[in-house]
């Protein structure tokens, strides 16, 4: 199936711990992102990557690093995890093809305890 | 900056109702926008892709429209159902590469 996976679909873990999340697409998309979806239900983008090169970077905490190492992966790295970190964490694909739209992954629900 | 706009928040219908949800945006400049659905606990489905050279996309009984120089899209459901019931939400990508910007959304319920 042509997808954008994301493991794990649920993670919950102690504040101060780091965790990864993973993310691939086999869309043959050039551009991945991840977003954070809040308990308000916000969605907010964090990081986009196109052909595995940063392109944005919002006001995010340095304790999140992405890294791509390919097209066709984006992993979210967490240091020292904090309680307002909880959230879920979506990973989305597209093409810099103007016409594309976007392709959601199931999301990653954090909780950190 | 591009800003996203969706109203309203919440809408609550009879079964059978046609119904409009509504999305606003600020910056006329755009590739195309896109309609998702989000069902509680769950992923973004997308729905629809309107290119910005279009005026309308339909799939079932779902029709978005796109008026780019008012800076609205609307998303028509016609005889809603109670499985219509989820969160709605439009997505403009950003003119410059990379970034989207999405609506807060509109959550749908749909009253058997």
């Known amino acids: 199936d042509t997808a954008v996976s994301q493991t794990p679909k649920y993670l919950v873990t102690q504040m101060g711990n780091d965790k990864s999340i993973k993310c691939e697409q086999n869309l043959g998309h050039d551009t991945m992102y991840w977003y954070k979806q809040d308990s308000k239900k916000f969605l907010k983008i964090m990081f986009s990557?196109?052909?595995?090169?940063?392109?944005i970077n919002e006001t995010v905490p340095n304790r999140f690093s992405p890294k791509s190492p390919d097209k066709a992966h984006l992993n979210l790295h967490i240091n020292s995890l904090e309680l307002g970190d909880s959230a879920v964490y979506f990973c989305?694909?597209?093409?810099?093809?103007?016409?594309?739209?976007?392709?959601f992954g199931s999301g990653t629900r954090l909780t950190v305890v | 900056k591009q800003e996203v706009t969706q109203i309203p928040a919440a809408l609550s219908v009879p079964e059978g109702e046609n119904l409009v949800l509504n999305c606003s945006f600020t910056?006329?400049?755009?590739?195309?926008l896109q309609w998702f659905r989000q069902d509680p606990g769950k992923g973004l489905t997308s729905l629809l892709l309107i290119q910005s050279s279009q005026r309308e996309q339909t799939s079932g009984r779902l029709n978005a429209s796109l008026d780019k120089s008012s800076g609205r899209s609307t998303l028509y459901i016609a005889a809603s159902q109670p499985g219509d019931s989820a969160t709605y939400l439009c997505a403009v990508p950003n003119t410059n590469a990379g970034k989207s910007t999405f609506g807060d959304g509109t959550t749908l319920t749909v009253k058997p």
């Open positions: 910056d006329s400049a755009i590739y195309n």
């Open positions: 990557y196109n052909n595995k090169e940063l392109i």
């Open positions: 989305a694909s597209s093409s810099t093809d103007r016409g594309s739209g976007y392709t």
